[in-house]
């Protein structure tokens, strides 16, 4: 069995409720999206096997957990199955970044997740279509684990849109940590002023909104 990956890197985690923690990152190639603001289209990859990528990961020592990135994970379902459920044998702690869309992928796997950072994607921001639906079917499964929901914020992004997504998360019991995160190519005064009233509006109705950018881009790390 082999997957398309893109890279595995130790380095710390730059964006979300765990940005500062150490991972070691394994970015799988190909996404089922094209966002506009995308900041990782890649055009490189390898055909790893499992051992392989297993390889890999061991030779680093001393972080917070492996983070299963892309692209999109959760479209190689039975490579990350596998990889998942060996890393979870070794005591590994297993963080998912994912673009929330893919539900019945995710339950394949859910056993073997420890952290879920799930993107909301809304359609005034990627110029895609709506996955209000999707990320509703998707929550419902998260929230089996620790899972956080972060949305970024461009010039574009309606408060239509944000307005949905507050109320999507207020649909479920369960408190789920809201991030707002600025779109760093287009961080001005302009969308300053956007994250602030998306950021007020959004507390009136969650317990937990925090913005936060991208820091491993102010840091300059990878
Ligand atoms: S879901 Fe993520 S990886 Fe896929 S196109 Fe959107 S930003 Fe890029």
Known sequence: MRARIAEVFKSVQGEGVYRGASQVFVRFFGCNLNCAFCDTKLNFYQNLTLDEVLEKIFSYKDYHSVSLTGGEPLLQIDF??????YLKEEGKTIYLETNGTLYNNLSEIIEYVDIIAMDFKSPSSTSQGDFWGEHKEFLKVALRKKVFVKAVICRSTTFSDL??????????KEQVSFI????????????????????????????DVRIAGQLHKAMSWR
């Open 80 to 85: 990350l199955k596998n990889l998942a459920k």
């Open 163 to 172: 307005k949905k997504a507050v109320e999507l998360l207020n649909s479920f």
């Open 180 to 207: 707002i995160q600025p779109n760093s190519f287009e961080i001005d005064e302009e969308l300053n002023d956007k994250i602030e009233y998306f950021f007020s509006f959004s507390g009136k109705y969650l317990s």
